[in-house]
C-alpha cells in the first residue's frame, strides 16, 4: 500500500500544511486559510479558488503551489498537480520541497514509471531523511522494477524462444520446400530422362522399323529382281529350246505346181477305187443274217 501523506494520511495533510504557511508565509493569510478548510472540507474546487486569491495578493509561491496540487489530485486531474507540485519542489522551505518531491514520486508510481518514483522518493529522503512515507514507498518501487525487469526478461526470452523457433520452423520450412523442390526437380528429370529414353527408344525402333523395310524392300527388289531373271533366264532358255527343235526339224521345202500335180497322178494310179467305186463286179451274198 501506498502511502501519501507525512503523517498517514492526507486528511491531516492540511492541517500539517497550515502550519507551513504560517511561518513560511510569517503570517496567516484569510484565503489561504480559507482554501485550507476548504480542501479538508472536501470542497476542492473552492480551495482552488481561494489558493488562487492567495496567489493574486500574495504573488506566485511554491509553498501556495503546493497547496493547489493537493487540490488538483484529489480532482485526479493529475497533470495539472504534477505541474502545481514541480512549482513546489523549487520552494526554499525543506519541508515544502521535501513534500513536493514525495507527491511527484507518488505519481510516478501510480503510473509505474518506477524510475522517476525511485528518484523523486530519493530527493525527498535528501531533503528529510526522516521522512517515513518516502523510504516505504522507495523499497515498494525498487521492488516492482525488479519483478518488472524480471518479467520483461521472461518475455524477451519467450520472445527470443518463439522467434528461435519460428525461425526454426521457417528453416524446417525452407529444407522442406527444397526437399520438395529437389524431388520435383528430380522427378521432372526422371520424367524428361524418362521421355528422352523412350524418345530414343522410339527413334531406334523406327530406324529398326525403317532399316527392317529397307531390308524388306531390298530383299522384295532382290526377290523381284531374282524372279525377273529367272523369267529371263527361263525366256532364255525356252527360246533357245524352240531355236534347237526348229534347227532340228527338216526344212519343209516350197512344193512345185508341177510336182503336186504329178504327185496326185501317181496317187490315183495306186487307187482301187475311180472316182469312188471299186472296178470289177460285185460277190453275191452267200448267206442272210
Request: proline share 2%; with cysteine.
Amino acid at each position: 500500500m501506498i502511502l501519501h501523506s507525512l503523517t498517514g494520511g492526507k486528511t491531516l495533510l492540511g492541517l500539517v500544511a497550515a502550519g507551513w504557511l504560517a511561518t513560511v508565509l510569517a503570517s496567516t493569510n484569510g484565503d489561504v486559510d480559507a482554501g485550507i478548510a476548504a480542501y479538508e472540507a472536501g470542497d476542492h474546487d473552492a480551495a482552488l479558488a481561494a489558493y488562487a486569491a492567495a496567489e493574486e495578493a500574495l504573488g506566485e509561491r511554491s509553498e501556495i503551489h503546493y497547496n493547489r496540487g493537493l487540490a488538483l489530485l484529489a480532482k485526479d486531474d493529475r497533470e495539472a498537480a504534477r505541474k502545481a507540485f514541480e512549482h513546489g519542489s523549487e520552494s526554499e522551505d525543506e519541508r515544502v520541497r521535501a513534500s513536493a518531491e514525495y507527491e511527484l514520486g507518488n505519481l510516478d508510481f501510480d503510473a509505474e514509471a518506477w524510475e522517476g518514483a525511485i528518484e523523486h522518493y530519493i530527493a525527498c529522503l535528501k531533503v528529510n531523511p526522516e521522512h517515513q512515507a518516502a523510504k516505504w514507498n522507495l523499497e515498494l518501487a525498487r521492488l516492482r522494477k525488479k519483478q518488472q525487469e524480471e518479467e520483461q526478461e521472461k518475455d524477451e526470452d519467450e520472445k527470443d524462444e518463439d522467434e528461435k523457433d519460428e525461425d526454426e520452423k521457417s528453416e524446417d520450412e525452407k529444407s522442406e520446400d527444397e526437399k520438395s523442390e529437389d524431388e520435383k526437380d528430380e522427378d521432372e528429370k526422371s520424367e524428361d530422362e524418362k521421355d528422352e529414353d523412350e524418345q530414343d527408344e522410339d527413334e531406334q525402333n523406327e530406324d529398326e522399323q525403317d532399316e527392317k523395310s529397307e531390308d524388306e524392300k531390298s530383299e522384295d527388289e532382290k526377290s523381284e529382281d531374282e524372279k525377273n531373271q529367272e523369267e529371263q533366264s527361263q525366256d532364255e532358255q525356252d527360246k533357245g529350246e524352240d531355236e534347237q527343235e526348229q534347227q532340228q526339224q527338216p526344212q519343209q521345202q516350197p512344193v512345185e505346181r508341177a510336182d503336186l500335180d504329178k504327185a496326185l497322178e501317181e496317187l490315183d494310179a495306186q487307187d482301187d477305187f475311180f472316182l469312188g467305186r471299186p472296178l470289177g463286179r460285185t460277190a453275191p451274198v452267200e448267206k442272210d443274217w
